[in-house]
């Protein structure tokens, strides 16, 4: 997935280079086409002959830079085609790992569950334990109790007893 997020940022920023250059040629074309403007009407209204050699290398330079701009915009129209195709490859990428994570996932998800049946299993067993302990603790104690007397249980209990 690395090579691919390197492959698309690497077409990303190439894109945005020839956009760049392809900005500065227009500005630059702008700037030749002003000043084809300024030298013309210098040419036209003002007779001023010797203005036509520069006008001649503006429309030199215009032509070469209509040439540089159209190879650009050839070279331009390719990356998007190519940047989607990187997408949906990593796309795809991304929804593998997501789904081999997500199995991952609800494979611990049972095991967990599993688990906390166990535990909860093992709790109700040590939960019937102590209820049938508490039981018999209060029949022993009853008995006891009704055997020699309320009296002599009490001493008994501060000998054998001594958390109560």
Not at 46 to 53: F, H
Request: proline share 1%.
């Amino acid at each position: 997935m690395e090579a691919l997020i390197k492959q698309l940022q690497k077409l990303i920023a190439e894109e945005a280079e020839y956009k760049k250059q392809l900005k500065l040629k227009k500005d630059r074309k702008q700037i030749l086409m002003n000043k084809i403007l300024t030298i013309s009407d210098l040419v036209n209204s003002k007779g001023e002959e010797n203005a036509l050699e520069e006008l001649g290398r503006c429309r030199d330079e215009i032509s070469s830079l209509n040439n540089e701009m159209e190879e650009l915009f050839q070279i331009i129209e390719g990356y998007p085609k190519e940047i989607e195709k990187i997408n949906l490859e990593l796309l795809k990428e991304s929804l593998r790992v997501a789904y081999s994570d997500l199995v991952d996932n609800n494979d611990n998800l049972h095991k967990v569950n599993d688990e906390i049946n166990k535990i909860r299993d093992r709790l109700n067993a040590l939960r019937v334990e102590k209820e049938e302990r508490e039981k018999t603790g209060e029949y022993l104690y009853s008995f006891i109790h009704s055997m020699i007397g309320h009296e002599e249980v009490e001493k008994l209990d501060l000998h054998y007893l001594k958390y109560k």
